[in-house]
């Protein structure tokens, strides 16, 4: 089995900083998308940002130009760097990453989930 452990949440003020780290553990041939989701009260989760094996980044409009993707493979490691952060950043910042395991000689994709890690902006 694979776990993601996510770290870096917590209070900030408006136009701080705060990073994000999930790392990746358990039985893994190798990691392909990785991606950073949040989930607002009252508001479905929606994608925040994501980054191929190949290190091609995409982002949420709204996000662009203040949040940073990045991933260190030999780690097994997503980042999230955020910058200028809002009010409206408030969440909570979930990591998911493409598995490629390895059972019986064949390979297997599955989308892995860390726990969750709250973000709040608040002055």
């Known amino acids: 089995q694979v776990q993601l452990v996510e770290s870096g949440g917590g209070l900030v003020q408006p136009g701080g900083s705060l990073r994000l780290s999930c790392a990746a553990s358990?039985?893994?041939?190798?990691?392909?998308?990785m991606g950073w989701y949040r989930q607002a009260p009252g508001k479905q989760r929606e994608l925040v940002a994501h980054?191929?094996?190949?290190?091609?980044?995409d982002y949420q409009d709204s996000v662009k130009g203040r949040f940073t993707i990045s991933r260190d493979n030999a780690k097994n490691t997503v980042y999230l760097q955020m910058n200028s952060l809002k009010p409206e950043d408030t969440a909570v910042y979930y990591c998911?990453?493409?598995?490629?395991?390895?059972?019986?000689?064949?390979?297997?994709?599955?989308?892995?989930w860390g726990q969750g890690t709250q973000v709040t902006v608040s002055s």
């Open positions: 980054i191929t094996s190949d290190g091609s980044t």
């Open positions: 998911m990453m493409v598995v490629t395991t390895l059972s019986s000689g064949l390979h297997y994709e599955y989308d892995y």
């Open positions: 358990g039985s893994i041939f190798s990691i392909n998308a």
